[in-house]
């Protein structure tokens, strides 16, 4: 099982830049493929990136694409959101979650999630 838990959200202004952590506790946290989701008001949760177990490979949402990086330190067992020229509509919480099979966009192939760290981006 593994544990995770995010930080770096806050309140910032748009065209500014974030960066997400999420942390992770337990065992081989190089199995897992990771992704991160938002959920903004009263909207679903959707998908934002993920990548694969070795960092190689990832995938990004087209509403942030060419504004985002994701990226991982198997060392540090952490995983890395980086959100360059913010929007209002970047406004959500974001969720880092861990997959045993293969990263997806779909969070029900995801069996771990975080609590979740609240962006707000203001004009």
């Known amino acids: 099982q593994v544990q995770l838990v995010e930080s770096g959200g806050g309140l910032v202004q748009s065209g500014d830049s974030l960066k997400l952590s999420c942390t992770a506790s337990?065992?081989?946290?190089?199995?897992?493929?990771l992704g991160w989701f938002r959920q903004a008001p009263a909207q679903e949760r959707e998908f934002v990136a993920a990548?694969?177990?070795?960092?190689?490979?990832?995938m990004i949402a087209a509403p942030v694409k060419g504004r985002c990086t994701i990226y991982r330190d198997n060392v540090e067992n952490a995983v890395y959101l980086e959100l360059n020229n913010l929007k209002t509509e970047d406004t959500a919480i974001y969720y880092c979650?861990?997959?045993?099979?293969?990263?997806?966009?779909?969070?029900?192939?995801?069996?771990?999630w975080g609590q979740g760290t609240q962006v707000t981006v203001s004009t």
């Open positions: 990548i694969s177990r070795n960092g190689v490979d990832t």
């Open positions: 337990g065992d081989h946290f190089s199995w897992y493929e």
């Open positions: 979650a861990a997959a045993v099979g293969g990263a997806t966009i779909w969070q029900q192939d995801y069996g771990y």
